[in-house]
């Protein structure tokens, strides 16, 4: 999982229905002090309700991801980020 | 998953048979203020998405799984057609 912090929603209503009732998220990698490390990407957010600014944990791996929704490994599932945790801490030492 | 801007059309008329009848797209993947990010991508649409649309895409495995059937040689997959991005 990487830290990333969340910079605001994708609105989408032509979509997979994967997606369906999903909140969908611009989210910004960041390293232990916030400032940018990497490419913005886009995460689900299922149970979390991360809102613009937080700190979050981010799982980029779709076998965890369907885990996680309870579906079998091999479900017709095309999501491959999903936000797991908003952080309150991170210290490096 | 992560954004991108339709920039064309792709047509390969011999390709591996799970791909028969699959729209391959042009995309240029965009970050979060909608600037280029790497070079272009052909990706399958799933959602009818148009030249010059803003839209969301799945990679690696995951974008296989957005097929029926889901065993085809495919690394990015266009899932959604975005509205709006606000941030």
């Known amino acids: 999982m990487i830290l990333c912090k969340v910079l605001g929603p994708v609105i989408s209503t032509e979509k997979h229905p994967a997606f369906a009732g999903l909140k969908l998220l611009v989210v910004q990698p960041v390293d232990e002090k916030g400032a940018a490390a990497g490419k913005s990407f886009l995460a689900v957010d299922r149970a979390v309700q991360a809102g613009e600014g937080d700190t979050v944990l981010v799982m980029r791996e779709g076998n965890g991801i369907r885990q996680l929704f309870g579906l079998p490994l091999t479900a017709k599932w095309p999501i491959r980020s999903c936000i797991v945790g908003i952080v309150d801490e991170a210290v490096v030492g | 998953m992560y954004l991108g801007r339709v920039v064309g059309t792709v047509v390969a008329e011999r390709k591996y048979e799970g791909l028969a009848g699959q729209k391959l797209l042009l995309v240029q993947p965009l970050d979060h203020v909608q600037a280029p ?51």
């Open chain 2, 37 to 87: 990010l790497g070079p272009l991508e052909v990706a399958v649409d799933t959602v009818r998405a148009g030249n010059g649309d803003l839209v969301f895409l799945v990679g690696s495995r995951e974008a296989a799984l957005a097929l029926e059937p889901s065993f085809v040689p495919v690394d990015a997959a266009i899932v959604g057609i975005v509205d709006k991005v606000a941030t």
